[in-house]
């Protein structure tokens, strides 16, 4: 990233404000979702889960990490949504979370697209929302510090859902737009990330 970007990433010093700990500033922004009817107690009960990834991720982002988002087929739509909202901010600089459309068919092939990978980014990890039966979710579960979303599975760093719950649609947008928030949080230096 250059020198003038990098400088954008370092969170201001809030003089009036004491930074809020992320824990607490997502178990509020949980309720308010919850009291606006956006029914997220569900999130509140996975909430120490869904921090610890959501700060572990978040501090791979500040610390110049690239995240390529990938997903199952189903969930092509939601891939869609992420990468048409998460750099249209107007007050806050871009992210580096982007689209990544390589498939591998083989071992070798994956291989080659990892090598191609560690040319092509400083550091970089995967976004996976979805089941893992593909190539692209063992690429993702396979590479350290990647952003899990896995469904139907409990994997320990991952978030899982359940592939029938009715809402499930509903409920991938509703982390994401927690997990937007939480970056915009982060970025203008609002929330201290668990070390």
């Known amino acids: 990233m250059p020198k003038k970007q990098l400088e954008l ?47 572990n991720t978040l501090t791979r982002i500040m610390q110049e990490t690239s995240f390529l988002v990938v997903c199952d087929s189903q969930r092509e739509w939601f891939k869609s949504y992420i990468l048409s909202h998460i750099n249209h901010h107007k007050n806050r600089p871009f992210v580096p979370i982007l689209d990544f459309t390589l498939l ?25 929302i979805g089941k893992r039966n593909n190539a692209l979710a063992e690429l993702a579960i396979g590479h350290e510090n990647s952003f899990l979303w896995i469904l139907d599975e ?42």
């Open 9 to 55: 990433f370092t969170p201001p010093i809030n003089s009036t404000n004491k930074m809020e700990k992320i824990s607490d500033w997502m178990l509020k922004t949980i309720r308010e979702e919850n009291n606006h009817g956006f029914l997220s107690g569900w999130l509140e009960e996975e909430r120490f889960k869904w921090t610890k990834l959501v700060s």
């Open 104 to 128: 591998p068919k083989d071992s070798q092939e994956t291989q080659n697209i990892k090598d191609m990978l560690d040319i092509a980014y400083k550091d970089y990890a995967f976004f996976y």
């Open 154 to 195: 409990s994997l320990q760093d991952a978030f899982c859902l359940n592939s029938t719950h009715p809402m499930l649609d509903f409920r991938l947008l509703q982390l994401y737009k927690i997990f937007d928030l939480a970056l915009s949080a982060c970025i203008f230096g609002k929330i201290e990330l668990e070390s």
